[in-house]
């Protein structure tokens, strides 16, 4: 879904200025509107945007949602924050202080608690910073301005190390997404930000759009943020009748509600042990010294007899209870081992979840290996059976609740990172042809 950030000046109650921004809205085809001081005074009735509803926020800080989605929930821990839930993205949406760099810096630490407190959740940090985050992000005239200073520069820092956050905006040379005359000296900033859990960048693109301040349709004085995430929200429920049809219907073409994601049904009933899993007792668990070993996600075991057969002190668990592998009461595996199951998790924080988990199982100094479909495999999947597009990825089936994923080596690092796990150095490679798999690292500490 395509997200627009942007600082809007507290014009959206005039007329002219809030035509052009619903005909800029419905050109681009935004879905969510995210505007910092969009109206004054800040407790006045919101504007109507035509084919937005109102989600929720003030003249400070406000949310607009495409009139035919379900409206996300919205809160405000603080004055200069809006936390807003796009499914399984954490949204905030912030307006730091425009006045002092002590203010801007106890926000910037205070977000950064926030972000800590996300556990790990995927997370967007958006909207006008009032900061240059680099010295060449900010001039004045053609020299560095000295509005921003080296302390918040390190708070921000701080900000995006810990949370894990990449400056999606960070060109070289800058973009800036402000232009003032001051002093008759024209002052420059890129303080407009989007700020985005790192293992998310390659599934979204961010654009700045300068049209919104300096074309003939312009009506406000900052670019505009389009951010486009990889999220599927449900459908909006009429409001004019009784109950809904979907009560009575599960999977229509209009159906709008909420479907249950049911990745066990893409498990395999097997009679033989798998290629990984026969991969991993000829190639790995030799070198490593595997003596105990979890499969994390077995399905219906398969994998876990075979590694039974080979002298291994080996379980399984699969958290569909139909299968028979409830959790297994003890830890401190040797070796965890998680075949396809990323793939088919709908979203990037259940895969983080389920990374944490497969970790929970492994001794300190033992390896996981992750083996996933890739990219490639899965986008001709999707164009061979006509999937339809779903978060970052496709439902293969909408009647099984299924879905599915390509996720190739580098984005398995990215979220093993999240989980606590780092890549593994001189282990063997599997042969295993058209997937893709990785061996991950329990440190020590």
């Given at each position: 879904m395509?997200?627009?950030s942007?600082?809007l000046?507290?014009r959206?109650g005039?007329?002219?200025?809030r035509?052009?921004?619903?005909?800029?809205?419905?050109?681009?085809r935004?879905?969510a509107?995210?505007?910092?001081?969009?109206?004054?005074?800040?407790?006045?009735?919101?504007p109507?945007?035509?084919g937005?509803t109102?989600a929720?926020?003030?003249?400070?800080l406000?949310a607009?949602?495409?009139e035919?989605l379900?409206?996300?929930?919205?809160t405000s821990p603080k004055?200069?924050l809006?936390r807003?839930?796009l499914?399984w993205l954490a949204?905030?949406q912030?307006?730091l202080n425009?006045?002092t760099?002590?203010s801007?810096?106890?926000?910037l630490?205070?977000?950064?608690?926030?972000?800590?407190?996300?556990n790990?959740r995927p997370?967007l940090?958006?909207?006008?910073?009032?900061?240059a985050?680099r010295?060449?992000?900010?001039?004045?005239?053609?020299?560095?301005?000295?509005?921003?200073?080296?302390?918040e520069r390190g708070?921000?820092?701080?900000?995006?190390?810990t949370?894990?956050l990449t400056d999606?905006t960070?060109?070289q040379?800058?973009a800036f997404?402000?232009?003032?005359?001051?002093?008759n000296?024209?002052?420059r900033?890129?303080c407009?930000?989007?700020?985005?859990?790192?293992?998310?960048?390659l599934?979204t693109?961010?654009?700045a759009?300068?049209?919104?301040?300096?074309g003939?349709q312009?009506f406000t004085?900052?670019?505009?943020?389009?951010i486009?995430?990889?999220?599927?929200?449900?459908?909006?429920?009429p409001h004019?009748?009784?109950?809904s049809l979907?009560?009575l219907?599960?999977?229509?073409?209009?159906?709008?509600?909420?479907?249950?994601?049911?990745?066990h049904?893409?498990?395999m009933s097997?009679?033989?042990p798998?290629?990984?899993s026969?991969?991993?007792t000829?190639?790995l668990?030799g070198?490593?010294g595997?003596?105990?070993l979890?499969?994390h996600g077995?399905g219906?075991?398969a994998?876990?007899?075979?590694?039974?057969?080979?002298?291994l002190d080996?379980d399984g668990?699969d958290p569909?209870?139909?299968?028979?592998?409830p959790?297994?009461?003890?830890?401190?595996?040797?070796?965890v081992?998680?075949?396809?199951?990323?793939?088919v998790?709908?979203?990037?924080?259940?895969r983080?979840?389920?990374?944490?988990?497969a970790a929970?199982?492994?001794?300190p100094?033992g390896?996981i290996?992750?083996?996933?479909?890739?990219?490639e495999?899965i986008?001709?999947a999707?164009a061979?059976?006509?999937?339809?597009?779903?978060?970052?990825?496709f439902?293969?089936?909408?009647?099984?609740g299924?879905?599915?994923?390509g996720i190739d080596?580098d984005?398995?690092?990215?979220l093993?990172r999240?989980?606590g796990?780092?890549p593994?150095?001189?282990t063997p490679?599997?042969?295993?042809?058209?997937?893709?798999h990785?061996v991950?690292?329990k440190p020590?500490?």
């Amino acid at each position: 879904m395509l997200l627009a950030s942007v600082n809007l000046n507290k014009r959206l109650g005039a007329t002219s200025a809030r035509s052009r921004l619903a005909s800029w809205l419905r050109e681009h085809r935004v879905h969510a509107m995210l505007a910092q001081e969009p109206f004054k005074p800040v407790d006045r009735t919101p504007p109507t945007l035509p084919g937005f509803t109102f989600a929720g926020g003030d003249g400070h800080l406000a949310a607009w949602i495409s009139e035919n989605l379900a409206p996300p929930q919205v809160t405000s821990p603080k004055p200069w924050l809006l936390r807003i839930e796009l499914d399984w993205l954490a949204v905030y949406q912030v307006h730091l202080n425009a006045y002092t760099a002590a203010s801007r810096t106890a926000q910037l630490a205070e977000l950064t608690v926030l972000a800590a407190a996300e556990n790990d959740r995927p997370l967007l940090i958006c909207g006008d910073f009032n900061l240059a985050p680099r010295p060449e992000d900010g001039l004045f005239g053609e020299e560095t301005s000295s509005f921003t200073t080296e302390t918040e520069r390190g708070h921000l820092r701080s900000l995006i190390q810990t949370a894990g956050l990449t400056d999606t905006t960070a060109d070289q040379p800058p973009a800036f997404t402000f232009e003032r005359l001051v002093s008759n000296q024209l002052s420059r900033f890129r303080c407009d930000l989007a700020l985005l859990s790192d293992h998310l960048t390659l599934a979204t693109t961010v654009t700045a759009d300068t049209s919104v301040r300096t074309g003939p349709q312009a009506f406000t004085d900052h670019s505009a943020l389009l951010i486009d995430v990889p999220v599927t929200l449900d459908n909006a429920e009429p409001h004019d009748v009784l109950f809904s049809l979907n009560e009575l219907i599960s999977d229509g073409p209009t159906s709008s509600a909420k479907r249950e994601y049911q990745p066990h049904k893409t498990a395999m009933s097997r009679q033989t042990p798998s290629p990984a899993s026969q991969a991993v007792t000829r190639h790995l668990t030799g070198p490593l010294g595997v003596r105990s070993l979890l499969d994390h996600g077995c399905g219906r075991g398969a994998d876990v007899a075979h590694y039974r057969s080979t002298g291994l002190d080996a379980d399984g668990f699969d958290p569909h209870d139909a299968f028979g592998w409830p959790r297994p009461e003890r830890t401190g595996f040797d070796l965890v081992t998680s075949a396809f199951v990323l793939n088919v998790l709908p979203d990037p924080w259940q895969r983080i979840q389920a990374l944490k988990d497969a970790a929970s199982f492994t001794r300190p100094g033992g390896h996981i290996v992750v083996v996933t479909r890739s990219a490639e495999e899965i986008a001709k999947a999707a164009a061979d059976g006509g999937w339809t597009a779903h978060h970052d990825g496709f439902w293969s089936s909408k009647s099984k609740g299924t879905f599915q994923r390509g996720i190739d080596a580098d984005e398995i690092i990215a979220l093993a990172r999240k989980a606590g796990l780092v890549p593994a150095a001189d282990t063997p490679v599997l042969p295993l042809p058209g997937v893709c798999h990785t061996v991950l690292f329990k440190p020590q500490t």
